[in-house]
Every structure is written in structure tokens, then in C-alpha cells.
């Protein structure tokens, strides 16, 4: 941040950041082997850094790799480098305590631009990772970027900037003229992205809120993408989730939702079912219905942000069930009432085939369409076991992390009640590397991965919490 000092105050704040990563990686080194002197340890977060930041880039880690076990780095050290956050941020000319101008936003996946508000709070240091708050606006999407700008603020203020000072919250506010889509969902990522890239944000404690078309959002991507939020809060928003299946997926991400005792189509009824839903099935799903229409209540904007507090995303949970579609949004929408056509960038597709520690494969050329949903419930057992259920499912990938087995014993996965893998498995730099850099996402950190094939169907278990 500016700070009044010119160039030698940005000077003295780049050289804080890199020396905090840098003591950061020499105590990963010096708890696992022999140690490095600083210079060479910073310079090797910077390649590392360089590599991942770079997302859409086909490089191969090869070279980065070749430095780090030059440097008897472990996988362990590579991961508290990584999640250490980048060695230096750039100087971002945002005042801290106010909401920013509208900020360009250029899509990351396609042909679009639009713009975006961020909220740097008082207590913002970019040595330390802070939650990031994603706040997406109501409207339709034929709305124009004005109408959009004008939504997002009163979606903010005072509320939400008001929780985000008193927690230290960063935020942004994407703004999109073509509603909550597969376009809508590309300047949301985007958006993350270069919040990532300029702040110091925590991976594991990213959260996503959003009232109206922006609850429609914030529950869409809490059944498309759970493993990406810490907690999520959709407002007076969502459909009969129960009805379409999708409701499925949301027993993987912990949830606060809320709508008015007035409010229109059906938007209580559905949530109601939602809610009840969720409850038979015994998890901590939160569900409040406050005296009132279709807006924002301040009340319940101040206990959802003070209960995002004690939320973490967990990749490593014990159980994960999944349920899922086509597996990449590499397409643009259309409306008749858009001024124009979009076209997706060719190899930038949006991931939707991840739940947690499971990644499902693309289901064989001349599959049935009625057989393209793919369903698993996977369970980390005693023993360095592991098991999974699956439904439609022929390839999964299993993500693997030492909270989840012990690399130093075989480890066995079991698929539809069959042994599909039974051996040692290997760390590999390179797959942390490349995981890392897809997704930017700096705490999605896998050690290895084992690719097994399943053979025929088991019916998957109801979502339960016992």
C-alpha cells in the first residue's frame, strides 16, 4: 500500500514481504535437513513463485523442480512455501478502510471485460494472510455494468464493509453485465485471482455471500466448486435445489443462508427444503428466515460474518460425497439481448470435476447420455485405506496428503468393494507444482495423486453426518 513514503516507504515493504518468505522456507529446510542461506532460499521462492502465479502457461515445472531438490527441498517445505504466500506483493494504490473505484476486470477465459470493487481493511499486512470476502450482485443478465456498479455498493455498504473492518476481511465485488453464468462465473474466478495475485489472502478462508441473482450465485457455486470456499452465505436466492439433485454437493461446504418471510417466487419455499434437507441429513447447515422482503438484513449480515471467523476450508476431510456433470465450463451463453457474442479462450476451461481429494475423469466416448452424471462417496479409513463408492464412474483420481494416508506404507484404494490400487506412493514436486498453478490456488496442496479404473456401478449412499 501507498503509505505517503513514495518509492523508499514500497521499497522498505517489498523487502519486509520477501524476508518473511524467505524466513518462512529457511525453517521448513532447516525442520526437515540441511539448511540454505537467504539469498538462494528467496530467489527459490521467486521461481517457485513465477511458476505458479503463471496459470495459463504450458511451462513445464521441470526446472523449478531440478532447484528444489537442488536445495534438499521436501515436499513439506514446498508446501509451507506455497502456502506461505507469494515472497513480495505489489504496491496496490487502494486506500485501506474505503471502498475502491471501480476497477477493470478483464476475464481470464474469454473474450469480456468488466470491472470490480475491492475493500482493503485498516488491519490489512501483507505478511499475514487475511480471509477474502466475494460478494456477488443481484440483477438479471441483461443489466448494464451502471446498474451492476449501483447493486454491488448497496450490497456493501454499510453492512458488509462494516464486518469486513471488524474482521479483517479483504474484499472484492465483481460486477457482471451477463448475469451469474458460465460468464458470470468466469469474472468471479478471475476476480479471486487478482486478488490473489495483489493481497495476501488466505486459500483456505475464502468465502462467498450474495443476495438476489447474487444468491442464485452463491449457491450454484457452493454445488459446482465446494471445495473452493471456506463457508459460503446465498441471500434471498435459490430454486428447488432438492428437486434438480444438486443439493447433493453441498454437504461438502458449511453454509449460512437467509431470506425475508416475504419474498418472492418461492425463494422461502425452496430454501425452506433446502434447509430441512440438510437437517435430516444432520448437517450444520444454517437457515434463518427474518421478518421482512426481498433485501439484506444488517442483523444477519453481522452473525454470518462473525461465524465465517471460525470457518476453514478442509481438502483433507475424512468424507466426501460428489456428484457431477460435465466437468469444465469451456463454452460462452448467449442472450439475444447482448450486444454481442462471446467466445471461450481455447485451453482456459473452468474446472468442475474436483470434490475435495476426488477428481472424476471424462466418461467414454459413447457413453449413454443418461449415464454422464457421474456419483461418488469416498472415505479415508484406518489403515492407509481408502474407499469409494461410485455410480457411472469408470477413471477417478484420488488426491492424496499425509492427513490423509502415510506415504511411508502401501496404500490401498478400494473401489465398488474391488482393489484398484495397493502399493507405495510416491510425493512428486512437479504434480504439487502443477495442481497448485491450475487452479491458483495457492492451498490446494497435494502430495500425489494415484489414477485408478472402476469397474461396474454401486448405488451411492444418501449424504449423512453421523
Same mark, same amino acid.
Given at each position: 500500500?501507498?503509505?505517503?513514503?513514495?518509492?523508499?516507504?514500497?521499497?522498505?515493504?517489498?523487502?519486509?514481504?520477501?524476508?518473511?518468505?524467505?524466513?518462512?522456507?529457511?525453517?521448513?529446510?532447516?525442520?526437515?535437513?540441511?539448511?540454505?542461506?537467504?539469498?538462494?532460499?528467496?530467489?527459490?521462492?521467486?521461481?517457485?513463485?513465477? @511458476?505458479?502465479?503463471?496459470?495459463?502457461?504450458?511451462?513445464? /515445472?521441470?526446472?523449478?523442480?531440478?532447484?528444489?531438490?537442488?536445495? #534438499?527441498?521436501?515436499?513439506?517445505?514446498?508446501?509451507?512455501?506455497?502456502?506461505?504466500? !507469494?515472497?513480495?506483493?505489489?504496491?496496490?494504490?487502494?486506500?485501506?478502510?474505503?471502498?475502491?473505484?471501480?476497477?477493470?476486470?478483464?476475464?481470464?477465459?474469454?473474450?469480456?471485460?468488466?470491472?470490480?470493487?475491492?475493500?482493503?481493511?485498516?488491519?490489512?499486512?501483507?505478511?499475514?494472510?487475511?480471509?477474502?470476502?466475494?460478494?456477488?450482485?443481484?440483477?438479471?443478465?441483461?443489466?448494464?455494468?451502471?446498474?451492476?456498479?449501483?447493486?454491488?455498493?448497496?450490497?456493501?455498504?454499510?453492512?458488509?464493509?462494516?464486518?469486513?473492518?471488524?474482521?479483517?476481511?479483504?474484499?472484492?465485488?465483481?460486477?457482471?453485465?451477463?448475469?451469474?453464468?458460465?460468464?458470470?462465473?468466469?469474472?468471479?474466478?478471475?476476480?479471486?485471482?487478482?486478488?490473489?495475485?495483489?493481497?495476501?489472502?488466505?486459500?483456505? !478462508?475464502?468465502?462467498?455471500?450474495?443476495?438476489?441473482?447474487?444468491?442464485?450465485?452463491?449457491?450454484?457455486?457452493?454445488?459446482?466448486?465446494?471445495?473452493?470456499?471456506?463457508?459460503?452465505?446465498?441471500?434471498?436466492?435459490?430454486?428447488?435445489?432438492?428437486?434438480?439433485?444438486?443439493?447433493? #454437493?453441498?454437504?461438502?461446504?458449511?453454509?449460512?443462508?437467509?431470506?425475508?418471510?416475504?419474498?418472492?417466487?418461492?425463494?422461502?419455499?425452496?430454501?425452506?427444503?433446502?434447509?430441512?434437507?440438510?437437517?435430516?441429513?444432520?448437517?450444520?447447515?444454517?437457515?434463518?428466515?427474518? /421478518?421482512?422482503?426481498?433485501?439484506?438484513?444488517?442483523?444477519?449480515?453481522?452473525?454470518?460474518?462473525?461465524?465465517?471467523?471460525?470457518?476453514?476450508?478442509?481438502?483433507?476431510?475424512?468424507?466426501?460425497?460428489?456428484?457431477?456433470?460435465?466437468? !469444465?465450463?469451456?463454452?460462452?451463453?448467449? #442472450?439475444?439481448?447482448?450486444?454481442?457474442?462471446?467466445?471461450?479462450?481455447?485451453?482456459?476451461?473452468?474446472?468442475?470435476?474436483?470434490?475435495?481429494?476426488?477428481?472424476?475423469?471424462?466418461?467414454?466416448?459413447?457413453?449413454?447420455?443418461?449415464?454422464?452424471?457421474?456419483?461418488? @462417496?469416498?472415505?479415508?479409513?484406518?489403515?492407509?485405506?481408502?474407499?469409494?463408492?461410485?455410480?457411472?464412474?469408470?477413471?477417478?483420481?484420488?488426491?492424496?496428503?499425509?492427513?490423509?494416508?502415510? @506415504?511411508?506404507?502401501?496404500?490401498?484404494?478400494?473401489?465398488?468393494?474391488?482393489?484398484?490400487?495397493?502399493?507405495?506412493?510416491?510425493?512428486?514436486?512437479?504434480?504439487?507444482?502443477?495442481?497448485?498453478?491450475?487452479?491458483?490456488?495457492?492451498?490446494?496442496?497435494?502430495?500425489?495423486?494415484?489414477?485408478?479404473?472402476?469397474?461396474?456401478?454401486?448405488?451411492?449412499?444418501?449424504?449423512?453426518?453421523?
Amino acid at each position: 500500500m501507498r503509505d505517503g513514503g513514495g518509492v523508499a516507504a514500497h521499497d522498505v515493504a517489498m523487502h519486509r514481504r520477501s524476508a518473511f518468505a524467505a524466513f518462512v522456507l529457511a525453517a521448513a529446510l532447516a525442520a526437515q535437513g540441511p539448511s540454505t542461506t537467504l539469498a538462494p532460499t528467496n530467489a527459490l521462492a521467486s521461481k517457485v513463485d513465477a @511458476f505458479v502465479i503463471d496459470t495459463w502457461s504450458n511451462d513445464s /515445472p521441470d526446472a523449478v523442480v531440478a532447484a528444489l531438490r537442488e536445495a #534438499n527441498v521436501a515436499p513439506k517445505a514446498l508446501e509451507s512455501m506455497l502456502r506461505a504466500g !507469494r515472497p513480495a506483493y505489489p504496491d496496490v494504490s487502494i486506500e485501506k478502510g474505503k471502498l475502491s473505484a471501480r476497477l477493470p476486470l478483464p476475464s481470464e477465459h474469454l473474450d469480456h471485460a468488466t470491472e470490480h470493487y475491492v475493500y482493503v481493511p485498516k488491519s490489512y499486512d501483507p505478511a499475514v494472510a487475511h480471509p477474502l470476502l466475494v460478494v456477488g450482485h443481484g440483477g438479471s443478465a441483461a443489466r448494464d455494468l451502471d446498474f451492476g456498479a449501483r447493486a454491488a455498493r448497496a450490497g456493501l455498504r454499510p453492512s458488509w464493509l462494516e464486518a469486513a473492518e471488524r474482521h479483517g476481511f479483504l474484499v472484492v465485488a465483481p460486477l457482471s453485465d451477463r448475469g451469474w453464468m458460465q460468464i458470470g462465473t468466469s469474472m468471479l474466478f478471475s476476480a479471486i485471482a487478482r486478488m490473489q495475485r495483489d493481497f495476501h489472502v488466505d486459500p483456505d !478462508r475464502v468465502f462467498l455471500t450474495g443476495h438476489s441473482m447474487g444468491g442464485h450465485l452463491t449457491w450454484r457455486s457452493a454445488f459446482w466448486f465446494a471445495d473452493r470456499w471456506a463457508a459460503v452465505s446465498p441471500m434471498s436466492g435459490g430454486y428447488d435445489y432438492v428437486k434438480s439433485g444438486d443439493v447433493f #454437493n453441498l454437504v461438502n461446504v458449511r453454509g449460512f443462508a437467509t431470506c425475508g418471510e416475504q419474498e418472492p417466487y418461492q425463494i422461502r419455499e425452496f430454501n425452506e427444503t433446502i434447509a430441512k434437507w440438510m437437517g435430516e441429513r444432520r448437517y450444520p447447515w444454517s437457515f434463518a428466515v427474518v /421478518p421482512g422482503g426481498h433485501e439484506i438484513f444488517p442483523d444477519e449480515v453481522a452473525r454470518i460474518a462473525a461465524a465465517f471467523v471460525d470457518c476453514r476450508r478442509d481438502l483433507y476431510r475424512k468424507r466426501v460425497w460428489a456428484r457431477v456433470g460435465g466437468l !469444465r465450463f469451456e463454452a460462452a451463453e448467449s #442472450n439475444p439481448k447482448w450486444a454481442k457474442s462471446h467466445t471461450w479462450t481455447a485451453g482456459r476451461p473452468i474446472d468442475l470435476s474436483t470434490a475435495h481429494w476426488l477428481r472424476f475423469c471424462d466418461v467414454p466416448e459413447g457413453t449413454p447420455p443418461e449415464k454422464h452424471a457421474q456419483k461418488a @462417496f469416498g472415505e479415508v479409513k484406518d489403515g492407509n485405506r481408502i474407499e469409494l463408492t461410485c455410480e457411472n464412474v469408470r477413471r477417478i483420481r484420488v488426491l492424496l496428503h499425509p492427513r490423509m494416508v502415510d @506415504f511411508a506404507a502401501p496404500v490401498t484404494i478400494v473401489a465398488n468393494g474391488k482393489v484398484a490400487f495397493d502399493g507405495i506412493v510416491q510425493p512428486d514436486l512437479a504434480s504439487m507444482l502443477r495442481l497448485v498453478r491450475e487452479f491458483s490456488d495457492r492451498g490446494r496442496v497435494f502430495w500425489a495423486a494415484v489414477e485408478i479404473a472402476v469397474e461396474g456401478d454401486r448405488e451411492v449412499p444418501e449424504p449423512r453426518l453421523d
